[in-house]
């Protein structure tokens, strides 16, 4: 059977704050690190990796994500930094410093959904992030650290999410290809 790769993730789709984060991804490239940057069309705030699932599976996320109750939200961007840590980086994320509640509940609320149809839980547990770049390898990595402490209170600006989308990837030897399958928009305030 048929499977494609999938996930949930909140677009970013606020053109100065994508400027911004290319400006910075610019200056990340100029430490000589080793880096595959994200390209600007791929830039999104994963909530749930969903693995390679089948039609029929994506058709039951779809009734499920139904059920997930979010209004729309702002979230400060805030801060670059590293997983796992400074030493050995290998993601290179902007930070979330206000909306990780509200990006943390709507997470719950997948993880219980998913729960049902079968999925594991996220056992690396949440932690709300964008990323922009990957280091390949620890070429440079001081001067990769330098930057990082020179920007980790760095202020990119404030983004409105109010859709979830359920996407497809697939890699290319150019790198990733990511098509919306589905969205899912806030309810409306009261």
């Keep these: 059977m048929k499977t494609t790769r999938c996930f949930l993730a909140f677009d970013l789709e606020n053109n ?21 940057i994200i390209n600007q069309q791929n830039l999104h705030f994963t909530l749930r990796f969903l693995g390679n699932i089948n039609t029929d599976l994506i058709e039951k996320v ?80 001081d001067q990769l650290t330098t930057f990082l402490k020179n920007y980790v209170e760095y202020r990119i600006g404030t983004v409105n999410l109010n859709c979830i989308q359920l996407k497809k990837s697939e890699l290319m030897p150019t790198g990733p290809f990511y098509t919306t399958i589905k969205k899912f928009y806030s309810k409306v305030e009261v």
Excluded at 24 to 33: C, D, E, P, R
């Design 16 to 36: 100065e704050i994508l400027r911004k984060l290319v400006n910075v991804q610019k200056l990340i490239s100029k430490t000589g690190t080793n880096l595959k």
């Design 62 to 141: 779809s009734v499920k994500m139904q059920k997930i109750i979010f209004t729309s939200f702002s979230i400060e961007l805030k801060g670059i930094g590293v997983f796992p840590n400074l030493y050995s980086p290998r993601i290179i994320w902007a930070g979330i410093a206000e909306g990780t509640k509200k990006m943390n509940n709507i997470f719950d609320q997948i993880e219980i959904q998913l729960r049902q149809l079968g999925f594991n839980p996220d056992y690396k547990g949440f932690s709300p992030h964008l990323t922009l770049a990957r280091v390949k390898y620890g070429k440079n990595n």
